[in-house]
């Protein structure tokens, strides 16, 4: 490896240890004050929080969500249930086989998601708006990159 590649791997190596210093913890006070805000303002836990997250994803069955989240059916029934004694979830007979139950947002259920997804967007943009135009356009870069290395498992 000439001198330039081995220049290349440290420069790789510094961005590696840069990231895992920065996302972590950055990730981690984003997903505390989701739950901060699902538990204190919403009054539903973090799990039954994920549970409507799940279900907006597309996940639509107690044993889907299960598999998923790597908790046990009956942990999934009891939160969907407290979901929809709330009136945030639906339960419907599955069209292609009436012996399964799909599960639904209702229109609270996506009100609420959408509410703390904009309080958390609010919050970022808090903690963003000391950064200059200059820091601004450079981090939404590095995202970008971010974002194509993931969707393309490293394809650029």
Do not use: C
């Not at 009956?74 to 012996?99: E, F, I, K, M, Y």
């Not at 259920?109 to 135009?133: K, T, V």
Request: aromatic share 6%.
């Amino acid at each position: 490896m000439g001198e330039g590649g081995r220049d290349l791997g440290r420069l790789r190596q510094q961005v590696v240890e840069a990231f895992w210093e920065a996302f972590p913890p950055l990730w981690g006070q984003i997903r505390a004050h989701i739950r901060r805000q699902a538990v204190e303002r919403y009054g539903i836990t973090v799990e039954q929080f994920h549970i409507l997250r799940h279900i907006r994803k597309g996940y639509r069955s107690v044993r889907e969500l299960a598999e998923v989240k790597g908790i046990s059916r009956a942990a999934v029934s009891q939160a969907v249930d407290a979901l929809v004694n709330r009136g945030l979830v639906t339960r419907r007979p599955d069209p292609a086989d009436r012996r399964r139950v799909q599960l639904e947002l209702t229109p609270e259920g996506h009100a609420l998601l959408e509410a703390l997804f904009q309080e958390a967007s609010l919050w970022l943009q808090e903690r963003l708006a000391p950064l200059r135009r200059r820091e601004l356009q450079s981090l939404l870069l590095a995202l970008e990159i971010l974002r194509r290395i993931g969707t393309h498992e490293g394809d650029l």
